[in-house]
């Protein structure tokens, strides 16, 4: 018996993605917005622009497929997801590994097949596969994966669309290493860098953009970072940030630096205090 609620369910989960855009599923991923706190950030989002034009453009193949690699809480997932943004291509699917949870191998596969099957059917598509050493369930301790997974992968990362359709395959990993024994990086048009913050400029450039610090602190904080080597995701100082503005003001300066120190985000921890 089909009812009112199976219509709404499927008119949500099942005909939207093959018609509208699926912009509110990127957003979810840009909650907190992308910071252009470099050069890094600038240089990535001109190479993913090139490489949108080159999935658009009707002279070239049909599929470009770009991995972003780089640690963790380095921006991967952000960053993939503003490319998909700036692509403006209205049908976007996101596959990531939560929604997967407790899949079998098969069921997974037979998701993830779906997912470009329906993006076939549209004219300019991207596909979003985040974190895929966890999609494969990489694990570092024994180390296993799926391999029935991984090849319908690598069959999907070289499968040319149908004639006239456009796809562009956005994948996000922090094991590059992993994907290239299991010999899929050769299979991507472009694998672009993700960079850690490791500059004292860089970090000053997201406190600025960020309402948590005064002017004044700012100073303070930038000449005791002065000379520092410094290795931080802005996943992670995001998340020191929001723990600073917890902090009682006058204590908000030392307790972000400790912090800093602590999570290994600085490279010498000698002079701070
Ligand atoms: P993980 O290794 O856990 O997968 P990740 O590298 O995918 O982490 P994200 O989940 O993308 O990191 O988290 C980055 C967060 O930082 C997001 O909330 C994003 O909005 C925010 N952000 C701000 N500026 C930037 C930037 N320049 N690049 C990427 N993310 C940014
Ligand atoms: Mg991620």
Redesign the pocket.
């Known amino acids: 018996l089909v009812n009112r609620g199976d219509f709404l369910h499927a008119l949500e989960h099942d005909v939207k993605p093959a018609f509208g855009s699926s912009a509110e599923a990127l957003d979810h991923?840009?909650?907190?917005?992308?910071?252009?706190?470099g050069t890094p950030?600038s240089g990535?989002l001109e190479d993913g622009m090139l490489l949108i034009n080159q999935a658009r453009s009707t002279e070239s193949s049909g599929l470009v497929s770009v991995l972003l690699e780089?640690?963790?809480?380095?921006?991967?997932?952000?960053?993939?997801?503003?490319l998909a943004k700036n692509s403006d291509f209205p049908f976007v699917k996101v596959c990531s590994p939560e929604e997967m949870v407790g899949f079998t191998e098969s069921s997974k596969c037979l998701q993830i097949r779906k997912y470009f099957d329906d993006a076939y059917r549209s004219v300019l598509s991207c596909v979003l596969v985040?974190?895929i050493e966890r999609l494969l369930d990489y694990g570092s301790i024994g180390p296993r994966y799926s391999n029935l997974t991984l090849q319908a992968l690598l069959v999907l990362l070289k499968k040319e669309p149908p004639r006239g359709r456009k796809l562009l395959v956005l994948c996000?990993t922090?094991r590059k290493e992993v994907l290239k024994d299991m010999e899929m990086l050769s299979c991507f048009t472009a694998v672009l860098h993700?960079h850690s913050l490791t500059k004292p400029e860089h970090l000053i450039a997201?406190l600025e953009?960020s309402d948590v610090f005064s002017k004044r602190e700012i100073q303070d904080i930038a000449r005791k970072l002065q000379g520092q080597k410094l290795f931080i995701?802005?996943?992670k100082?995001?998340a020191l940030l929001d723990m600073a503005r917890q902090t009682e003001q006058q204590y908000r300066v030392i307790k972000f630096l400790t912090k800093l120190e602590e999570e290994g985000g600085l490279d010498t921890g000698s002079s701070l205090h």
Do not use: C
């Not at 991923?29 to 706190?37: D, K």
């Not at 780089?70 to 503003?82: D, V």
């Open positions: 991923y840009l909650a907190r917005g992308i910071i252009t706190w950030v990535l780089g640690p963790p809480n380095s921006g991967k997932t952000a960053l993939a997801a503003q985040d974190n996000t922090s993700v997201v953009e995701g802005i996943k100082l995001l």
